[in-house]
């Protein structure tokens, strides 16, 4: 049987699926500790996240249905 949660104390609607992301989050922090690549230095992220965007935009500018 499930455990209801409050919504006050937790965002997840019962314990098993509290815990299931649980599991989820602490692999996915695991797997990225274990990484072997070298770390992306946050200003080359960003640049390089604002060129998407950039062209994203200027792709949609021309659309008038984008508006």
Do not use: C, N
């Not at 314990?15 to 992306?40: C, G, I, M, N, T």
């Not at 949609?60 to 249905?65: V, W």
Request: charged share 30%; net charge negative; glycine share 2%.
């Amino acid at each position: 049987m499930s455990t209801i949660l409050s919504p006050i104390e937790s965002e997840f609607a019962t314990a098993e699926e509290a815990e299931a992301y649980d599991r989820w989050f602490r692999a996915k922090v695991e797997a990225s500790l274990a990484d072997q690549r070298p770390p992306s230095p946050h200003d080359e992220v960003m640049a390089k996240l604002r060129g998407i965007i950039d062209a994203k935009r200027s792709t949609h500018a021309s659309d008038p249905l984008a508006r």
